[in-house]
């Protein structure tokens, strides 16, 4: 509480309430196939790592948020199968009667 003197000699009091925003320290997860890009505030990643951005919260005040970023596995596998001359077997969402090599 402070006291003032006004224009016309009066002493005033103004009386402040002082409010505290909290900083907020965040962490966030997220991970992208191989050649992707990921767009992180101002950065733009394609590289695994922990990456640091700082962001401005609805009250103005600075918060800092950290990004675990994880490229995920490609995975290239080759199976064999047999069937009957007559037979048919499902693989995905082909079902498959011909010899030959598919991809799915």
């Known amino acids: 509480m402070e ?3 006004s224009q016309l000699g009066c002493d005033s009091t103004v009386t402040l309430n002082l409010s505290i925003e909290s900083i907020f320290n965040e962490t966030a997860e997220a991970s992208i196939c191989p050649g992707d890009t990921y767009t ?5 990643l394609d590289t695994a790592g922990e ?4 962001f401005t ?3 103005g ?3 800092t948020v950290t990004l675990t970023l994880s490229i995920d596995q490609i995975f290239n596998e080759t199976a064999d199968a047999t069937i009957c001359a007559d037979g ?3 693989s ?3 079902t498959l009667s011909a ?3 598919y991809v799915e």
Not at 51 to 54: D, K, N, Q, T, V
Request: proline share 0%.
């Open 40 to 44: 992180f505030g101002s950065q733009t």
């Open 61 to 63: 005040c600075d918060s």
């Open 51 to 54: 990456y640091m951005e700082l």
């Open 57 to 59: 919260s609805q009250s």
């Open 3 to 5: 006291s003032f003197t």
């Open 92 to 94: 995905g969402s082909q």
């Open 88 to 90: 048919t077997i499902q």
């Open 99 to 101: 010899s030959d090599q």
